[in-house]
């Protein structure tokens, strides 16, 4: 088998996360133990003890996301062999350091420094009650991805944004942009006939939009100072969804995929077409997992949970 390690992105965090690893494996204790170094807090307790909405800042989750995908790679890699790395959004940093490209240390480090450049950007404006920065369209159409566009155009001005944030499958859209224009956007898309429906995420902000594009910028001058290796495991970038393998070329993937479209469809796509179609999810929960055998047909997705 051809296995793909795919590592979940913001939305995978939980209270507890890492936990029964960390009790189980000095290997994952170091991981977090070197994590409260580098960040220079207790990120683990807050991991295992909350409080949850704690957690779910962006401060907070992306660093944990990574530490806790990271140590369900070094478990999981003594027992399954890993010949591909992807990862969702915060999860292409886990993608990065499992692949060599970037030290551990360093994946902590920039997970934390994208977190704050990211949270600077949101805008300070309170949102409609009941609404958020970014939806989900779901559909089974497929020309879904012109279908959104265009209703995204129609709803956007210079001041005031909502753009593809993330095309996860076939079924699956994520939206992002300032709160006006994203609630005009999802209330035209639930009249359409051919969508099934529209859910506002719970999320700080309009990530994977324009509205992130100072974060990414900062991002760069943040990068310069980072050594970028050439991947000893192949992975596949999620902004053009296809193997990257220069330094250079790495850099300018991360700085844009924080403003641009996430190519998740294009990346899983990319890895089953490459022959890697077995897949198993390296970080807590199961939401990779589901999307793959959701609307993925074609992929064998192991259960971690068997190896850890």
């Known amino acids: 088998m051809k296995i ?31 994590g409260n170094e580098i960040l220079g807090y207790d990120i683990t307790n807050l991991m295992f003890n909350g409080p949850k909405e704690e957690l779910k800042k962006t401060i907070h989750c992306q660093p944990a996301i990574l530490l806790n995908n990271m140590a369900h790679f070094y478990v999981l890699k003594e027992k399954v062999p890993c010949l591909l790395n992807l990862g ?26 994208r977190a704050k450049l990211m949270s600077e950007c949101i805008p300070k404006k309170k949102i409609k009650p009941g609404t ?3 939806a989900a369209v779901l559909n089974n159409n497929p020309k879904l991805v012109d279908l959104v566009k265009e209703v995204c155009c129609k709803y956007s001005s210079e001041k005031d944004i909502v753009e593809i944030a993330n095309i996860n499958s076939p079924s699956q859209i994520i939206i992002s942009g300032n709160n006006n224009a994203l609630v005009n956007t999802v209330e035209h898309l639930k009249n359409q006939e051919n969508i099934k429906k529209v859910v506002y995420l719970n999320v700080e902000g309009p990530f994977h939009s324009s509205i992130m594009k100072p974060a990414a910028d900062k991002m760069r001058k943040v990068l310069e100072d980072i050594k970028i290796n050439k991947p000893k495991i192949p992975y596949i970038s999620n902004l053009n969804g296809d193997f990257i393998t220069e330094p250079d070329e790495i850099k300018e993937s991360l700085v844009g995929q924080i403003y641009k479209t996430v ?7 990319k890895a089953i077409k490459e022959g890697f179609n077995t897949f198993i999810e390296s970080g807590s929960g199961e939401k990779q997992s589901n999307l793959l055998k959701r609307d993925y047909k074609e992929a064998n997705v192991l259960d971690n949970k068997e190896f850890v």
Request: glycine share 6%; proline share 1%; hydrophobic share 30%.
């Open 4 to 34: 793909s390690y795919v590592f979940p992105g913001q939305g995978s965090q939980s209270k507890h996360m890492g936990e029964e690893l960390y009790k189980k494996y000095d290997s994952v204790k170091e991981i977090f133990d070197k």
């Open 88 to 113: 969702h959004s915060i999860g292409e940093y886990s993608a990065l350091a499992a692949s060599e490209v970037i030290s551990l240390e360093d994946s902590i480090t920039l997970a934390s420094k």
């Open 132 to 134: 958020s920065y970014m």
């Open 263 to 269: 190519q998740w469809e294009k990346s899983l796509k």
